[in-house]
């Protein structure tokens, strides 16, 4: 047996990297709970159908199907749906580890802390978890990190207006996540017929504008806008922008990966040292319907390990 | 599908109760530190030996067996006896959540929180757990809580000299646990020789005696040792309870049921108003063998679930 060290994709935190997170835990749940936010704490095992097949899943000897936390955010919006039903809004945080398959290869478990806002639909909802995801970053003394604002809802509205099917808009979205112009230009060229909708894809490799630039990028994209939903998504964009304040924010059209349950805004959060995204949220307005509670929603998750690694606290 | 609730023996805390585990976890962090123990977190899953089999398994996509966290103790040990081979004393603590397969049922969470010293052998180490134990439990307001102070290695000399099988050993045990001395007595004098490893195993269903009062019962006891292994044990039982000052102790010679690992002292922890025992620990000679550094070591664990529950913090 080979007991030299935890499994791959796992850890073992030790004294002051153990000191680090924790130090890290502690400012963020000040921010969290200062903003009015309530801890809830899930239990590491659900039925498996409350996560998606990234979970790692066993049976149980009664041959229930179980899964290993993959996500907060459901867990969070099936307490909410169910023994918080009658609650709105909620203001929740949690703090914890997801355990991940990733592909063929072994588990991955990541550390993670994050804030969800229950039934709440307005643009103000949006801008108070943005401005709480900045307040995270604030607090872990990163002063240069960027927070990547995009619209899932405005990708769909366009995707609609195009016509494309769901593998297009896979497709799609991979170029557009690797801005990668000239070849998402002979994707559109090629599968798109040419018109708004062409130009608005085309639009989404531009570069990430600065809170103070972006206006006028999404001046630009409403032009362009190929549909009522695509101008309502981005005109939503706006009004969020409008409500915060906070240099670290920037408008990328293009920020449109993201677990498959947001529906409106979504943004991730970049921080200078880290190799990927520090964390990242959004609007997952059918999510607790699922749950059998259809109500609006939006929130964030931190990854602790990657910010831990870099954060000045 | 049935969202109302999570899984049975698993659980959501929410607000206060969330409020309630941080604010005990907090103090008990307090009282760690300030003795000098410092923070290890080890993954929530391993690789499946490094458990018992009460741990809940599944194997991932490569074929491994891998195993959900069942016990702290087996990770610290794996971690000192890994990547801190070469650092003794090792004084750590460690708090999170355990997952186990309870019989035929479904899995079972525990939050739990603990201590682990590393790399001492003398009853002034067995002396400074059972010490930190009693700050543990003063620091969550139960001042009227029990240590229970036995020792597995007395028990074991004991079926040693009574030339027990391991499945009399495990009779014996059952009935010393239900404190049954009818039963005890015909079960011994059915398979046990008359002589003093009989007298001093029914001894073992005596009723615990206070600090003040255990001298006297070792004495008695000592007076019926079959064997110098017995002697010893009782001995070291000697020392620990003179260098340790906290009216919450108790011996109990008929404390001998926990985990396999044991070897000298074993002691539980009880609180009023608490079903079952609150937490437990003692020493464990052999285990750090089994990941290939044989150390001693002594620790304990807290069952957070049930001390949030009669906790006054």
């Known amino acids: 047996m080979d ?3 935890p499994l791959p ?6 004294f002051d990297a153990a000191r680090r997170l924790r130090r890290c835990e502690a400012a963020l749940l000040g921010v969290f709970e200062r903003a009015g936010y309530a801890e809830v704490i899930p239990p590491s095992v659900e039925a498996a159908d409350v996560f998606g097949a990234e979970a790692f899943r066993a049976l149980d000897r009664s041959g ?22 009658g609650f709105s809004p909620l203001r929740l945080h949690y703090r914890g580890s997801v355990v991940r398959r990733l592909g063929e290869g072994p588990v991955h478990e990541n550390l993670q802390a994050g804030c969800e806002l229950v039934g709440a639909a307005g643009p103000e909802a949006d801008a108070e978890i943005v401005a709480l995801a900045a307040a995270s970053l604030q607090a872990l003394g990163l002063e240069e990190a960027r927070i990547s604002l995009g619209s899932t809802g405005y990708f769909s509205a366009l995707a ?9 808009a896979a497709a799609l979205i991979d170029e557009v996540d690797r801005k990668d112009l000239p ?16 130009e608005a894809l085309l639009m989404l490799a531009q570069p990430p504008r600065p809170q103070t630039a972006a206006r006028e ?8 806008a190929p549909s009522e939903d695509a101008l309502a998504a981005l005109r939503r964009l706006g009004d969020v922008l409008e409500r915060t304040d906070d240099r670290r924010l920037e408008v990328d059209l293009g920020e449109v990966r ?5 529906t409106g805004i979504v943004f991730n959060l970049y921080a200078p040292g880290a190799p990927k995204a520090v964390g990242g949220g959004g609007r997952y307005d059918s999510l607790l319907g699922r749950f059998g509670d259809p109500r609006p929603a939006v929130g964030f998750s931190l990854d602790l390990d990657g910010l831990v690694a870099v954060a000045r606290c």
């Open 3 to 5: 007991f030299a060290a």
């Open 9 to 14: 994709g796992t850890q073992d935190l030790l």
């Open 64 to 85: 229930r199907l179980l899964a290993l936390r993959s996500d907060f955010t459901a867990q969070v919006a099936r307490i909410a749906a169910t023994r918080l039903a």
């Open 160 to 168: 609609r207006a195009a016509g494309a099917s769901e593998k297009l």
């Open 183 to 198: 070849t998402l230009r002979s994707l559109c060229e090629r599968e798109v017929p040419a018109g708004a909708a062409r």
């Open 217 to 224: 990028l999404l001046a630009k994209a409403s032009a362009l």
């Open 258 to 262: 993201g677990l498959g349950y947001y």
